[in-house]
Every structure is written in C-alpha cells, then in structure tokens.
T-cell receptor, first 113, second 113 residues
Framework: NAGVTQTPKFQVLKTGQSMTLQCAQD?????MYWYRQDPGMGLRLIYY???????DKGEVPNGYNVSRLNKREFSLRLESAAPSQTSVYFC????????????FGNGTRLTVT | SQKIEQNSEALNIQEGKTATLTCNYT??????LQWYRQDPGRGPVFLLL?????KEKRKERLKVTFDTTLKQSLFHITASQPADSATYLC????????????FGTGTRLQVTL
C-alpha cells in the first residue's frame, strides 16, 4: 500500500507564479487535509475536506485554493505564490473526521523566491 | 487565546532511560489527544490516541497520560533506544470542532548510547 502520495517532493517558484500540489490516497479514506509546517510554528491546517464534495477553510487559508477531485485526490493550488508561502506542505487523510488518526504523506518542500 | 505548548528545547537522554515529553494546552476542551512521531524529511506517523475520559494508555514501550484538570498530557518512552530519536508532536481535537486537529510544535528527542 502506498498510503498518501504527494507530488512533487520539491519545488522552487518565483513570486507570482502558480502551481498545484497533488495528493492521492489509496486507503479509501473519507477525509483529507492540507497542512503547512514552518519552523517554530508547528503544523497549521490550510484546508480540509471532510468528505467527497465538501471543502472547508482551516487556520491559514489565505492565498490557497483546494479541489477534492474525487474520493482519492485532494489538490492544493497557489494562484500567485509569495515568499511567505515558502514552507513544507503535508497532505493527510483519515477514515472519519472524528476520533481516528491522520495518515500523512512525506511532504512537498516549496521555496518561493 | 488557544495554545498547545511542547518544550521547544531538545530532550537528550541516555539509552535505556525513560523519556518523558510534555504537552500543555490552554483554552481547549479536547475530545481526545493524539501523539505522533516525525523523522527528518518525513510526514508525522501516528502513535497513540487518548480520549478525554481516559487517564492512561499504553502501547509496548509507550505510555500516554491525560490530565484534563492540569490540561496536560505526558508521553513516556521506557527503555529508550537511539532509534527512538525523532520529533514528537501532540495534537488535539477540540470538542465540537470535528475535522480540525490542532498540533503542537513538537519536541525533539535525542537518545544517545
């Protein structure tokens, strides 16, 4: 089982460029999440999708959009990248949104210059 | 404001000793609390979950306690091994906020021979 797969692993963007981070899970999980991790800040929730067809904002949604393409895939889009979006991005999934652990991908390291 | 605090300083212990990591929270009413392990360059991996009505949970060499009066969880690793060296994150789900798991900043554990 691959679990949660994120692509790409690394990306460098110039300010103002756009890109989409891809995430797919093969565990038939209902809920999916995007977090960013910055030194000293911990993991912060950007957006989540409690079930296919729904998405909601997390703690730091500004500058991002998401698409729950189907049950397996949840993408994160940066329309106009800014240096403040330099971070490591993690996708996670879980069977239900309550009382079950998250399964994480290995992250995308994004640098915006 | 709501805070989840973990010791930002690394914890250095000798092999064979018990490591104890602390997670304190403020202005949360957690339905449950989870602990994760994160290795460099990898996503967090779930270890243990403890519910608000549970005092203690064990899994092999791991033990978690949860004191809702002190607003604190302790994470213990007995008979520590160098392979236990990693960053350990606590995360909690606030009652009534399904889907939004909030993470602490993590504590790095270094186990030496």
């Amino acid at each position: 089982n691959a679990g949660v797969t994120q692509t790409p692993k690394f990306q460098v963007l110039k300010t103002g460029q756009s890109m989409t981070l891809q995430c797919a899970q093969d565990m038939n999980h209902n809920s999916m999440y995007w977090y960013r991790q910055d030194p000293g800040m911990g993991l912060r929730l950007i957006y989540y999708s409690a079930s296919e067809g729904t998405t909601d904002k997390g703690e730091v949604p500004n500058g991002y959009n998401v698409s729950r393409l189907n049950k397996r895939e949840f993408s994160l889009r940066l329309e106009s990248a800014a240096p403040s979006q330099t971070s490591v991005y993690f996708c996670a999934s879980t069977q239900s949104s309550y009382n079950s652990p998250l399964h994480f991908g290995n992250g995308t390291r994004l640098t915006v210059t | 404001s709501q805070k989840i605090e973990q010791n930002s300083e690394a914890l250095n212990i000798q092999e064979g000793k018990t490591a104890t990591l602390t997670c304190n929270y403020t202005n949360y009413s957690p339905a449950y609390l989870q602990w994760y392990r994160q290795d460099p360059g990898r996503g967090p991996v779930f270890l243990l979950l403890i519910r608000e009505n549970e005092k203690e949970k064990r899994k092999e060499r791991l033990k978690v306690t949860f004191d809702t009066t002190l607003k604190q969880s302790l994470f213990h690793i007995t008979a520590s091994q160098p392979a236990d060296s990693a960053t350990y994150l606590c995360a909690l789900l606030n009652t009534g906020t399904a889907s939004k798991l909030t993470f602490g900043t993590g504590t790095r554990l270094q186990v030496t021979l």
